[in-house]
């Protein structure tokens, strides 16, 4: 309200007062307002602007999936270019006396016929089967994650009264750090590239695990 001085007050002097204030609360009634409308303003452009960096970041997810697809199929073809090719005789020249090969053998539930799991390829004769999993890269985990399929087809073998001995081989472009020696360890075959072209390279004392 505004100031009165010490003169008597009159009803003009507190009328004037009083309309002075409420002016004064108009003024910051209005500021307020349009503080209000510069702070909608602004929020829904940074919800406008919020849109379209979702609608770039789901584009940018798919384009990385169709990215991540494509890795997938680069992946058959070093199964199917590099390693395929010649795996049997390799495998033979070992004194196996192996007579069919396979890409991307499934093994389904028979009820449901869900896919339990997928191997690479698998090397087949009257005796053992050789499941081999192919990677761009071998670590660690990947040999872990083939001991798992390995229980697996052994398992899945008993259930079928399949016989025959199982052994696991894993080929790789690039083979990182200390994970051929796990994998050897582990009692895997390990295919390694070698130009254009896989090589089959086992140390002498080394002894393949069955299932």
């Known amino acids: 309200m505004a100031e009165l001085n010490n003169e008597p007050l009159t009803f003009e002097k507190v009328w004037a007062a009083l309309m002075e204030n409420r002016e004064q609360m108009k003024e910051s009634d209005r500021k307020f307002q349009a503080m209000s409308q510069e702070t909608d303003r602004k929020f829904q452009a940074m919800s406008l602007e919020a849109r379209e960096q979702m609608k770039e970041t789901r584009e940018q997810m798919k384009e990385t999936d169709r990215r991540i697809g494509e890795l997938g199929n680069r992946f058959g073809d070093l199964a199917e270019h590099l390693v395929l090719p010649g795996i049997m005789d390799k495998f033979n020249a070992l004194g196996f006396q192996f007579t069919r090969d396979a890409q991307n053998a499934k093994f389904r539930d028979p009820t449901t016929r869900r896919i339990l799991a997928e191997i690479d390829i698998l090397l087949e004769n009257g005796d053992i089967v050789i499941a081999v999993e192919v990677k761009s890269t071998l670590r660690d985990k990947d040999v ?11 398992s899945y073998a008993d259930s079928k009264n399949d016989k025959r001995k ?3 081989a894993i080929a790789a472009a690039i083979v990182a750090g200390d ?15 070698s130009g254009d072209t896989m090589k089959l390279d086992l140390p002498e004392d080394f002894i393949p695990r069955e299932w």
Do not use: C, N, P, T
Not at 179 to 193: D, K, M, N, P, T
């Open 166 to 168: 199982y052994r696991g």
């Open 179 to 193: 994970a051929r020696s796990y994998a050897l360890e582990s009692g895997f075959y390990v295919i390694e590239q």
């Open 144 to 154: 872990d994650k083939h001991l798992e399929r390995m229980e697996f087809l052994r």
